[in-house]
Nanobody, 121 residues
Framework: QVQLVESGGGLVQAGGSLRLSCADSTSTFKFNSMGWFRQGPGEEREFVAAISSNGDHTSYADSVKGRFTITRDNAKLAMYLQMNSLKFEDTAVYYC??????????????WGQGTRVTVSS
């Protein structure tokens, strides 16, 4: 069972930056495409970004394209989300999960606590 822990969230002013981290405790991490998702207040969880298992391919939701960058370090069993030019509407709890493809399809059910990002306007 994949064990994922998200961190790096916090309170930031609009226009600011944050870097989220996702740590995996299993060696299967390097074989999985991975994704970031978020759930805003009163909203459903939505896809943010995804990265292939070797990091060569990435995809982004239109709402974050050009502002967010997803990367990974398989040696450290970690994935990251660099978020720049943050907007109020980026406020959400952010989660990471393995994905079936770069469109963000996932069968993951063991969602963790996530990491909360609050952007003040």
């Amino acid at each position: 069972q994949v064990q994922l822990v998200e961190s790096g969230g916090g309170l930031v002013q609009a226009g600011g930056s944050l870097r989220l981290s996702c740590a995996d405790s299993t060696s299967t991490f390097k074989f999985n495409s991975m994704g970031w998702f978020r759930q805003g207040p009163g909203e459903e969880r939505e896809f943010v970004a995804a990265i292939s298992s070797n990091g060569d391919h990435t995809s982004y939701a239109d709402s974050v394209k050009g502002r967010f960058t997803i990367t990974r370090d398989n040696a450290k069993l970690a994935m990251y989300l660099q978020m720049n030019s943050l907007k109020f509407e980026d406020t959400a709890v952010y989660y990471c999960a393995p994905v079936r493809d770069l469109s963000g399809r996932t069968l993951y059910t063991s969602w963790g606590q996530g990491t909360r990002v609050t952007v003040s306007s």
